[in-house]
């Protein structure tokens, strides 16, 4: 670690992919041995982020993942969206697991507030949207951004003045209500309004949408809470560059960022480390390095959009997308999770019928929501997407994570390249034809939707790796499966992941 953290004070770890990679687990690892200070600076509580160490575990929101490791500044910068009653859960759960953030927690005063009608707008165009369906976590995270685009959004430090948040709560209800009006779903909106997460209908009115004394109340309560943790951290974070290690920890992956991911199938917030370093108040160039993390070699998605290396494809969409918690729902089980290991726990890892090998890979690496409990859809990984994240990010120093959950496969699958299937494409000066091959892939759906995965094929190195420490223990054939990786595309592997713990962790020569 020395080596690769020389001359290095302040580091990003983000992901070069469409999130779950192992963020957490790596930002709790240099929160652990290495920062002074942890800075979230993009999206919100979308985000979960899983961390495991000394016999304990942890999924985290909203909340910096290096909040487990004692001493450490934790800071929720301006980049975020922040829902105030999703952080004041979020904190109720760490005094309860005796993890003390006093005095090491602070939120960025100009970081933007997520209210119930963020929550009721996300999932009633979740409803509305038919075949456009983005398959969002439901944590309000599009509208809170658009709205502060928009101009008409809050600010966390709104909560400090009452009578400014109340005035801006009108003006932004005001626009909702005219939005949710046009839908004309006044059932929907109920249904909405009355789940959990939007205070089992304490925000609701018949009359008028939206109580607003309310959400109000509800929200000044649950700022007095945090108030004394509201400061200037983008002041902060300026004045520890060059002084403090500071480790910035991205949410999301560059294939869901805004700015360069498989759009509209993405959030919206920018996940790179640009937007990282904006989030947290400073320059791009203020990063020393970053690591890109990258799973492998079973990549996942969640929610919509087109996966060419999908395990199974389209049924394995639609069983991911909602079938599989309709079925699981049906027939008595707690969770999609508890269906499968109830079903599909014996099948065995040469199974030749993909979508059940998805199935058996999902099960052994876990692969279910931190936020949304969904299944991830599994798929083999995809190249042309990786080359895609390094020629726009120039991240070439990578994490490879999850290398121990395909160690029972007799055969890896790897796509090197597309075959574009579909219609005449124009992009700019270059027209797509069917037969075109693509190393490096298109982030546009109307492009991936139509990319068929030429794959090389591997053998598996059939063992458990977990317990290895060491480069040269790992097995040959998977060796020569990174080295692969590495060569077509300019990346350099520098750390292996073996599995969730701080000590299934090898750093590579
Ligand atoms: P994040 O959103 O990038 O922080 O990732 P998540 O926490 O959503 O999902 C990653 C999951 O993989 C978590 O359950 C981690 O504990 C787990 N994990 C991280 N690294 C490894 C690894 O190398 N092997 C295995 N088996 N699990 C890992
Ligand atoms: P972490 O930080 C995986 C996905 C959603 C959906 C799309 C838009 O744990 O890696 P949003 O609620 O953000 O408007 O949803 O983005 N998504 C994630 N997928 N990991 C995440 O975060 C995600 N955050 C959002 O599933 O497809
Ligand atoms: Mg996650």
């Known amino acids: ?96 697991g005796n993890i003390d953030y006093e005095d090491r927690l602070i939120i960025a ?35 809170a951004y658009a709205h502060y685009y928009d101009r008409f959004g809050l600010f966390v430090n709104d909560l400090l003045n009452r009578d400014v948040f109340v005035d801006r709560l009108d003006q932004n209800l005001a626009e909702c209500k005219a939005l949710l009006k046009g839908y004309d779903r006044p059932d929907e909106l109920k249904k909405i309004m009355s789940k959990p997460d939007l205070g089992s209908g304490m925000f609701y009115s018949a009359k008028d949408i939206f109580d607003r004394d309310n959400i109000v109340a509800a929200y000044l309560a649950s700022a007095r809470e945090l108030e004394s943790m509201v400061t200037d951290t983008d002041a902060f974070l300026r004045e520890s560059v060059g002084r403090k290690n500071i480790l910035a920890e991205g949410a999301q992956g560059l294939l869901l960022s805004i700015l360069f991911g498989t759009y509209p199938f993405v959030t919206s917030s920018d996940c790179s480390d640009q937007g990282l370093a904006t989030g947290i108040g400073l320059r791009h160039r203020d990063i020393d390095k970053t690591l890109a993390i990258v799973k492998a070699f079973l990549m996942t998605r969640v929610g919509e959009g087109a996966f060419p290396t999908e395990m199974g494809g389209a ?58 409990h969904r299944p991830r859809r599994p ?33 890896i699958k790897v796509c090197n390249e597309y075959e574009y299937i579909g219609p005449v494409y124009r992009i700019g000066q270059r027209t797509l034809q069917s037969g075109d091959r693509l190393k490096v892939a298109i982030p546009r759906d109307d492009v991936l939707k139509h990319c068929r995965p030429i794959y090389r094929e591997f053998p598996g190195w059939m063992c458990d790796i977990r317990g290895i420490t060491s480069e040269r223990d790992l097995p040959l054939d998977l060796k020569a499966l990174i080295c692969f990786v590495e060569r077509e595309t300019g990346t350099h592997a520098k750390i292996l992941s073996v599995g969730p713990d701080r000590e299934h962790t090898i750093f590579s020569n």
């Open 1 to 96: 670690m020395t080596a690769l953290l020389n001359n290095v004070r302040t580091l990003a770890i983000v992901c070069s992919q469409w999130g779950d990679t192992g963020k957490g687990k790596f930002v709790d690892y240099f929160a652990h041995e290495w920062a002074d200070i942890i800075a979230r600076g993009t999206g919100g509580a979308n985000a979960g982020h899983t961390i495991e160490a000394g016999g304990k575990r942890l999924i985290v929101h909203l909340v910096p993942s290096g909040i487990m490791c004692p001493g450490k500044i934790n800071v929720i910068g301006n980049g975020v969206v922040l829902d105030p009653r999703q952080l004041a859960r979020e904190l109720s759960e760490l005094r309860a």
């Open 109 to 143: 005063q100009n970081a933007k507030l997520v209210l119930p009608q963020h929550l009721v707008l996300d999932k009633m165009r979740g409803i509305v949207a038919g075949k456009g369906k983005i398959g969002t976590t439901g944590r309000g995270i599009g509208p």
């Open 315 to 372: 049924k394995s969409a639609f069983w991911c997308g909602g079938e599989a918690e309709r079925i699981a729902r049906e027939e008595g089980f707690s969770s999609v999770e508890e269906m499968e290991v109830a079903k599909y726990s014996s099948l065995k890892w040469d199974e030749p019928n993909e979508f059940l090998l998805g199935i058996i890979s999902r099960l052994t690496g876990k692969e279910f929501g931190a936020t949304t």
């Open 379 to 411: 798929g083999w990984l995809d190249l042309p997407l990786l080359r895609y994240a390094v020629h726009v990010t120039g991240n070439t120093d990578i994490i490879l994570t999850k290398l121990d959950v395909m160690g029972m496969c007799p055969v």
